[in-house]
């Protein structure tokens, strides 16, 4: 079974600081994806990432994937309040025949001003 | 706005009672997904359904069932309720062909409350 996980669970940070979402799992596959979810909310695609090295840069959010290590991270620049959210990564299980995305616990993200 | 469209918002019912989740998916798509997303269970996919058949299926319970529609539509079935099925449900939709990326996009989920 494909297992997720994603750390810090939990992450507190000041406006401006940086910082790092590592999310790895358990068997191989090329395709995973980072969503965002405002509390209560709907899930909104970040990043899709479809192959080893991939790397994909939005504002002050970039994504990478490293297929070897199985491990993504989401990386936060010169973080700002409007980026408080949880992120969810997810991974796709479509090279074991199941299409399911399979998601992370989950990150929740809180700028301090 | 991702284009899946989902009703009701929200629903509140009581235990032992039957309630029906519809979703719409984007124009064109002809895969949707049903995911539960509890504070204990996190994002958990119950069934996926492509073109009106069903492909994968998760943690489903026998309560619970679901069907796709000739017009794509979808809708979850949830019976005989009980308080642990309290959860946000999210339609996802995808178009699932070769090229596809597999990028899916939620709809705005349906709240249930059991009492």
């Known amino acids: 079974e494909l297992k997720v996980e994603q750390n810090p669970l939990f992450l507190s940070m000041q406006e401006g600081k940086n910082y790092t979402i590592y999310c790895n799992y358990s068997t191989t596959s090329d395709r995973l994806y980072w969503y965002r979810q405002d509390p209560g909310k709907s899930l909104e695609s970040l990043f899709v990432?479809?192959?080893?090295?991939a790397v994909k840069q939005e504002g002050r959010l970039m994504a990478s994937l490293d297929t070897k290590a199985r491990l993504s991270t989401l990386h936060i620049t010169a973080a700002v309040h409007d980026l408080s959210a949880t992120y969810f990564c997810?991974?796709?299980?479509?090279?074991?025949?199941?299409?399911?995305?399979?998601f992370g616990t989950g990150t929740r993200l809180t700028i301090i001003p | 706005d991702s284009g899946v469209t989902q009703t009701p918002k929200h629903l509140i019912t009581a235990t032992g009672q039957r309630v029906t989740l519809r979703c719409s998916p984007r124009s064109g798509d002809l895969s949707v997904y049903w995911y539960q997303q509890s504070l204990d269970q996190g994002l958990q996919f119950l069934i996926q359904y492509y073109n009106g058949e069903e492909r994968a299926k998760g943690n489903i319970l026998e309560r619970f069932s679901a069907q796709q529609f000739p017009d794509l539509h979808s809708e979850l079935n949830l019976s005989s309720l009980e308080l642990g099925d309290s959860a946000l449900y999210f339609c996802?939709?995808?178009?699932?062909?070769?090229?596809?990326?597999?990028?899916?996009?939620f709809g705005e989920g349906s709240r249930l409350t059991v009492l």
């Open positions: 996802a939709s995808s178009e699932r062909l070769a090229a596809n990326t597999g990028e899916l996009f």
């Open positions: 990432l479809l192959s080893n090295g």
């Open positions: 997810a991974v796709d299980m479509k090279a074991f025949g199941n299409e399911k995305l399979t």
